[in-house]
Each structure stands twice: as structure tokens, then as C-alpha cells.
């Protein structure tokens, strides 16, 4: 039986992983990120499963084809952690999950405008002192609003279907348009300096990428609406984390709800309540009181792990039998 090595294995996924395996394969968990310490634990195996927190690196992914790996594949939909390029260059094959669950994303993404909008958190947490007053609690009606959609993809578009019900106008910015979009829901595409001046709330759902890497910056930033809520359930990059903190605090943004952080890789996955954080940039984010922050778990759904594993065990199959695969990258 063929062997693959599952790195960054969590105890949330591994049934979901077995059941899709229908034991074809001999799945190894390695619980922590693959670096090059643990690097050889892949040895004898055709190939490996990754996911966000692994960085693969040229340097990795040369030490994977002396180990004799021949293809990789990501439990994720984002694929800005491998070195694509050295990867085609060794003849290492890529494949990732397109698609897997854009409903679970894009509703964890209105959980954070409506939990922000509303006050959610700080209620609750009043309510838990046996605080019920409400004078802090003043919301805002989503009815109306404009919300400006960075990326119009699959996730996008959900978010899209979603808050047209909820009466808000959408614009958008994407370098490809979806005209389906424009006749459904009446959305608009315009530039990312215009979006920045129409919306009410901005939410991100482009790919990092060399173009989209910091596009939340000083200078887009001061294109904004004054008290704009700013939404990140892509990738931590996208926005320069320094400039948003600025703006949180001089008000030009009111509110960021955020699914990732810029440098999480090390740090979300894992339980760092007895040791503590250094990172000082993320206890800002922590400690501000306008800043609701998950811990990358926008995925995680019950269908969308279903979804990763089926995907992720089709896509070893497709290597391993050597039949024609629709999500290979390179
Ligand atoms: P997708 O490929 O279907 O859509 C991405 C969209 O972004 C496309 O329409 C593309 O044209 C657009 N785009 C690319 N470059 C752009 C640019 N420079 N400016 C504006 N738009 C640009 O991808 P998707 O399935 O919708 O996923 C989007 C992203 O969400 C992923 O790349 C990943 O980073 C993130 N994601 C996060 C989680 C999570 O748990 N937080 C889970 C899945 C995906």
C-alpha cells in the first residue's frame, strides 16, 4: 500500500481523512508543520498532504525530491504558501482544493460584520458581569449599506447572494468581472479607489498574490469612507496590519473583523494560553477593543472537511493512478 505523509495533521480532520481514504492508502499524521527538521519523516512516501501553516519553500521542496516525494497536495484552497515555480522546475506536481465550501467562508466573513455591527462580543461579555445596560450598543442597519467585495470568485459571489438579501449595494473590484453578478444582484465593478470611496464596509476575498499582497495600505486607507468596517477572510497579507491599527486608532477605520494575521503561521492552530504571545503587532489587534479576531477557522465546517478530504484524496488518486486532475497546479 502506497504511503502519504499528512502534515500539520489536526485531530478535527484525521475521521474525515480516514472515511475518504476508504483505506487505499497508508495515511501517516505528523501533527507538526513540515520544516526541515521533520522533513525525512516523509521518507518512503509517494507524496505529501499539506496545509496553510506548512511552509514549502525552494529549500523544502528540494529536500522533499531527494526523499523521493512526487507530488503534493494542499487541504486548502490557497496556494500562496508553496513555491510554485521551483516546484514545476523539480517536476514535483501541485494540486490543491478549488472551491471546497465558498458557503463556510463567506458566511463566517458576515458572522464578523454582523457580530462587529451589532456589538455581539462586548454584550455578551457585559451581559457575563451582569452588565445589561445598553447605552455602548448603538448598531448600524445593514439595509442600505454599500459593501465593497474585493474578489468576486466563488467566495465572493456567495457573499454577494448573502448580503443583496440583506438590501445592502454591492460594488466590486476584480480583475476578472462575473457579469452574472451585475444582472443577479445588481452589482457594480468599479476600481479599488472608487470601492474604497462608495463603501460602507469592505470585505476581502482576492488570492494573495504579488498584486494583491498589502493592498490595504496607508494610501488606500485614506481613500476610505471615514469609519469604514474592514473585513479579511483571505489572507493576513492583504492588508498591512500596521497601517490598519494606525487608522483603527485615529478612527478612520471604526472596526476590522479578521479570519487571519499576516504573520499567524506558528502561532494559530495552537493553544498558546499558559506560554503566552511576543508577537506585539497581534496583541494590538487582541487588545483592541474594535477588533473581533478569529483564528483562521473560517473553514471549518462540518461539510467543508468532508468536502477537503474527498477533494485531498481525489487528488492523491489522480496522481497515483496517473489519470487527468482538474486542480493540478503545476
Ligand atoms: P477564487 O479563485 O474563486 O476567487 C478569487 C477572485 O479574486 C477571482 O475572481 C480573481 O479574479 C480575483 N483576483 C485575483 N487577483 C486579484 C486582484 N489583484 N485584485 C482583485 N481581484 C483579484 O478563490 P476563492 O475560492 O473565492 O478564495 C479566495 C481566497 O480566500 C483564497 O485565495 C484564500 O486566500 C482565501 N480562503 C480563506 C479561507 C479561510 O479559512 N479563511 C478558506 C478558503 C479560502
Not at 245 to 270: H, R
Not at 275 to 301: E, P, R
Request: glycine fraction near 6%; charge should be negative.
Amino acid at each position: 500500500m502506497k504511503k502519504i505523509a499528512i502534515y500539520s495533521s489536526h485531530a478535527f480532520e484525521e475521521p474525515y481523512l480516514d472515511d475518504a481514504n476508504k483505506n487505499s492508502y497508508q495515511l501517516i499524521y505528523i501533527s507538526e508543520p513540515l520544516s526541515s527538521n521533520n522533513v525525512s519523516l516523509c521518507s518512503g512516501c509517494a507524496g505529501i498532504a499539506i496545509f496553510t501553516s506548512d511552509e514549502v519553500s525552494a529549500d523544502i521542496l528540494s529536500r522533499l525530491k531527494i526523499e523521493g516525494i512526487q507530488f503534493i497536495v494542499t487541504r486548502s484552497t490557497g496556494y500562496d504558501h508553496i513555491d510554485i515555480k521551483k516546484a514545476t522546475a523539480l517536476g514535483i506536481t501541485v494540486a490543491n482544493v478549488p472551491g471546497y465550501s465558498p458557503n463556510a467562508i463567506a458566511e463566517h466573513a458576515v458572522a464578523l460584520i454582523l457580530a462587529l455591527s451589532r456589538h455581539l462580543i462586548r454584550s455578551n461579555e457585559n451581559v457575563n458581569r451582569y452588565d445589561f445596560s445598553i447605552n455602548e450598543l448603538i448598531g448600524f442597519n445593514l439595509d442600505g449599506k454599500t459593501v465593497g467585495i474585493v474578489g468576486t470568485g466563488k467566495i465572493g459571489e456567495v457573499v454577494c447572494k448573502i448580503l443583496n438579501g440583506f438590501g445592502c449595494q454591492l460594488v466590486a473590484f476584480d480583475i476578472k468581472e462575473n457579469k452574472g453578478l451585475v444582472e443577479k444582484y445588481g452589482l457594480k465593478y468599479v476600481t479599488m479607489e472608487a470601492l474604497c470611496h462608495l463603501s460602507d464596509i469592505i470585505t476581502l476575498h482576492a488570492p494573495l498574490n504579488e498584486s494583491t499582497q498589502y493592498l490595504v495600505n496607508k494610501t488606500s486607507i485614506q481613500n476610505m469612507k471615514d469609519g469604514v468596517m474592514l473585513i479579511n477572510t483571505s489572507r493576513g497579507k492583504l492588508i498591512n496590519t500596521a497601517d490598519v491599527l494606525e487608522a483603527l486608532d485615529n478612527g478612520k477605520i471604526s472596526c476590522l473583523g479578521t479570519d487571519v494575521y499576516e504573520k499567524e503561521k506558528g502561532i494559530f492552530f495552537n493553544d498558546y494560553s499558559k506560554k503566552g504571545i511576543d508577537d506585539q503587532v497581534l496583541k494590538s489587534l487582541i487588545n483592541n477593543k474594535n477588533v473581533l479576531l478569529t483564528s483562521h477557522h473560517a473553514f471549518l465546517t462540518k461539510e467543508a472537511l468532508k468536502n477537503i478530504a474527498d477533494t485531498t484524496m481525489f487528488n492523491i488518486s489522480c496522481f497515483t493512478n496517473h489519470s487527468e486532475n482538474p486542480n493540478q497546479l503545476t
